[in-house]
């Protein structure tokens, strides 16, 4: 998807020189994949001791859900997929 946005330079560059990414794209995707990520955890920390109750199986699942391995055909760009339907019902279920 393409879009227009205004990003401080200084900002763009430090983060550049600091991540060693080539490319000012691969900045910004790194950028929103640590963002992402960082608030996943955070949601999950929330729930702790509010009847936060998953498997074994279940965290697993939404590990396999989220790290496919290369051999059977899954995501080998290098970047990491969207939560699952049954990651996000999972979620959900716990928090209800």
Not at 38 to 54: D, M, P, S, T
Not at 69 to 76: C, H, L, Q, V
């Amino acid at each position: 998807m393409r879009s227009t946005i205004d990003v401080p330079e200084s900002l763009l560059k430090d983060a550049q020189d600091l991540s060693g990414l080539r490319t000012k794209r691969d900045v910004v995707v790194a950028a929103l994949e640590v963002f992402v990520r960082a608030q996943r955890i955070a949601r999950l920390r929330a729930l702790i001791g509010k009847g936060f109750a998953l498997t074994q199986e279940d965290l697993e699942e939404m590990r396999a859900d989220e790290y496919p391995p290369e051999s059977d055909g899954g995501n080998t760009s290098g970047e990491n997929t969207p939560a699952s339907g049954r990651e996000t019902e999972l979620c959900q279920r716990a928090q209800s």
